[in-house]
């Protein structure tokens, strides 16, 4: 596998103003990247900026909208010519959005799968093509452990991330032939501003940096999946084994009813 390294171009990141995707980009500059910080809101990536000044790396704000694919294309035209080639693309950008009380399938539901599907998409394609030109690259798209299986309050969630893990597995065929290396991220619940909104139980929560070390650990060192933390993982891969008239009961009694 291919592993990128300082010497071998930029990291892009995207979702990068808050949470994992900030974590992410100040422990890649703390480690002598040079890191493109991608979201919406440009004045938090400017702080992301400001917050690595000093560090053995640096990471330069490019504000852009993942839902978007033609902007996409554009921006990653526009980072390799400034910055080098992209040796490295977290793609991390995702949220979720509540449907109206009694509403099934409605805009928020939609609205998380075009961030958390569609945007990866839109940012997969272009950074393939230049990475395949380049001959090499280094791919982590984030997901997450709710993907491994349907869990309650969780629909459009766990649907949209467990998307995510088999549309890498499948895509992992063809980038190996082209000599390119993709990894899935997915970790637990991670203290960030999306999980303070969470009005439940979050049990193993990790602090930010930790997460963010044992992301970027994995990509020096894991292989296809990159998941913690084990006392949660195990359990959860090994629940998603079990029957249907099993994995019901057994993830109601752990969620208490959802």
């Not at 793609?91 to 599907?117: H, Y």
């Not at 990790?206 to 044992?214: G, H, S, W």
């Amino acid at each position: 596998m291919y592993r990128a390294r300082p010497a071998d171009g930029c990291v892009w990141i995207t979702g990068a103003s808050s949470g994992i995707g900030r974590g992410v980009a100040l422990e890649l500059a703390k480690r002598g990247y040079t890191v493109i910080a991608s979201a919406r809101r440009a004045d938090e990536l400017n702080a992301v900026c400001e917050e690595a000044k000093g560090l053995s790396g640096r990471i330069f704000a490019e504000p852009c909208d993942i839902t978007h694919r033609d902007e996409i294309q554009t921006l990653v035209e526009r980072i390799t010519q400034n910055h080098g080639p992209i040796a490295l693309a977290f793609l991390n950008a995702g949220t979720f959005f509540k449907d109206r009380p009694g509403e099934f399938g409605g805009d928020g539901f939609r609205k998380t799968f075009v961030l958390n599907v569609d945007g990866s998409i839109n940012c997969l394609g272009p950074v393939i093509s230049a990475m395949a030109a380049q001959g090499r690259g280094q791919i982590a798209v984030n997901a997450s452990l709710a993907g491994y299986g349907g869990m309650p309050r969780s629909i459009a969630y766990s649907a949209s991330k467990a998307a995510l893990i088999v549309m890498c597995e499948a895509l992992k065929f063809d980038l190996d032939k082209r000599g390119l290396t993709l990894q899935i991220v997915n970790p637990g619940f991670v203290k960030t501003p999306l999980t303070d909104n969470n009005d439940f139980p979050m049990p193993f929560l990790i602090e930010l940096d930790d997460a963010a070390r044992r992301i970027c650990d994995g990509f020096e060192t894991a292989g296809f999946e990159i998941c913690f933390p084990r006392p949660l993982v195990w359990p959860l891969k090994l629940i998603n084994l079990l029957p249907y008239s099993l994995y019901f009961p057994l993830m109601r009694w752990i969620t208490k009813g959802g």
